[in-house]
T-cell receptor, first 114, second 112 residues
């Protein structure tokens, strides 16, 4: 199994509060991704990173920001959480770019915004 | 606009029989397709993939078929086993780009 951890695994927060989710990898892979999984929508890409300090937006980036100051860590921040951001969040990593390379997923973080 | 569609949210199959999961896409630029499997409370795991230069790829009990003219791919599992019960996501992407698009998933239940 690829060495990917996510923290916290579960979080309940209130509307308007800031939330930061952490993804940590031990594989030294260059590419990292944040997805959210919602019923009826599958997995949707929020942001991705193609190197330290290099990030770009995915399909559903509004309300989210990311940072990557080290190869191994990719942080997802909800500046002011809303109930629509209640979801399961997955981090993924890949060694190479694009669909020809497998993405390895972390165990997920279940976030509830009340 | 959903570029990758899995129109069957769920599927039940008897153990030992064939499971066929379907996926349709709309973007003709997609040239690589993947299937991922997801168990509850775990992250998705890669299952099998296919390039657009092929129309079939096989790995043990799993075979993926690609029909480019119909923009359709399918995953066949033969024989189905209870441990195959999971949510299956298809994904599609374009070589040279960083990311791919996932479908909404199909929940497969294999009945013992």
């Amino acid at each position: 199994d690829a060495g990917i951890t996510q923290s916290p695994r579960h979080k309940v927060t209130e509307t308007g509060t800031p939330v930061t989710l952490r993804c940590h990898q031990t594989e030294n892979h260059r590419y990292m991704y944040w997805y959210r999984q919602d019923p009826g929508h599958g997995l949707r890409l929020i942001h991705y990173s193609y190197g330290v300090k290099d990030t770009d937006k995915g399909e559903v980036s509004d309300g989210y920001s990311v940072s990557r100051s080290k190869t191994e860590d990719f942080l997802l921040t909800l500046e002011s959480a809303t109930s629509s951001q209640t979801s399961v969040y997955f981090c993924a990593i890949s060694e190479l770019a694009g669909p020809t390379d497998t993405q390895y997923f972390g165990p997920g973080t279940r976030l509830t915004v009340l | 606009d959903q570029q990758v569609k899995q129109n069957s949210p769920s599927l039940s199959v008897q153990e030992g029989r064939i499971s066929i999961l379907n996926c349709d896409y709309t973007n003709s630029m997609f040239d690589y397709f993947l299937w991922y499997k997801k168990y509850p409370a775990e992250g998705p795991t890669f299952l099998i993939s296919i390039s657009s230069i092929k129309d079939k790829n096989e790995d043990g009990r799993f075979t993926v078929f690609l029909n480019k003219s119909a923009k359709h791919l399918s995953l066949h599992i033969v024989p189905s086993q209870p441990g195959d019960s999971a949510v299956y996501f298809c994904a599609a992407g374009t070589s040279g780009t960083y990311k791919y698009i996932f479908g909404t998933g199909t929940r497969l239940k294999v009945l013992a």
